[in-house]
């Protein structure tokens, strides 16, 4: 039920799975887009900053692409947004499984037109194609929990985690409304670094072929939540 029910119908443990197996996905596709192009696709942060950076210094090229990535991450993010206002409207309670669905064909897609052709020929497209997946997977994800999880903002993470470990020295109540907080904003930030770790491992290995496999586990994840959702 991960991708079906919504905001405070979801359980904490929805919630955690949901982020474990997203984040992790997240974290090998931020972590090829850098050994590829030298781009964090998941980082607007880190793009803003190189935006700023290179135009200061006058390399305006760079200084767009940067630019470009962050407007890709932000289209995905909208389109989603967009598709999933309109399935909720017709009640269409699979829209968020198969906003993921279409997230892993794109990613099809991609390893598909890269097992043609050296990823490096086409690094500025990849990393812009990319940007838009994570942008894409982040508005699901933070949408369908009501902001509660977001697979690619690692700086907010690391912050709500340090804001619960504050918490935990307050009363009763502060705990234990930290506590999960803590478990799920935890989980999240470490299922990124052994994605990246893994995706950047995995990558050297099998190269392109690592889209397929990414492709592959959200279709697993995404394609039975979609048919759970219509039989229900």
Not at 38 to 50: D, P, V, W
Not at 70 to 82: R, S
Not at 140 to 166: F, P, Y
Request: hydrophobic share 55%; glycine share 8%; aromatic share 6%.
């Amino acid at each position: 039920m991960m991708l079906i029910k919504v905001g405070n119908a979801r359980t904490s443990n929805i919630d955690l799975v949901l982020a474990g197996l997203l984040s992790s996905i997240a974290g090998a596709l931020n972590a090829v887009g850098f050994l590829i192009a030298g781009s964090f696709t998941a980082n607007m942060t880190g793009n803003i900053s190189a935006f700023a950076d290179h135009l200061a210094n006058g390399a305006i090229p760079i200084a767009l692409s940067f630019l470009g990535l962050v407007a890709a991450f932000i289209w995905g993010a909208a389109i989603a947004a967009l598709a999933i206002q309109a399935g909720e409207r017709r009640q269409l309670r699979s829209v968020y499984a198969l906003a993921i669905a279409a997230e892993a064909i794109i990613l099809l897609l991609v390893g598909t037109a890269l097992t043609k052709s050296s990823a490096t020929e086409h690094e500025t497209l990849l990393v812009i194609v990319l940007s838009f997946v994570m942008g894409l997977q982040n508005a699901v994800t933070t949408m369908i929990s009501q902001a509660r999880v977001r697979t690619t903002h690692v700086s907010g993470m690391a912050t709500d985690i340090g804001i619960e470990l504050a918490a935990l020295v307050g009363g009763d109540k502060s705990r234990r409304e930290a506590t999960p907080k803590l478990w799920l904003h935890s989980l999240t930030l470490a299922c990124f670094a052994v994605g990246g770790l893994c995706g950047a491992l995995l990558f050297q290995l099998v190269g392109s072929w690592l889209f397929m496999i990414t492709a592959t586990l959200l279709l697993l994840i995404a394609v039975p939540e979609a048919l759970r959702a219509h039989r229900s």
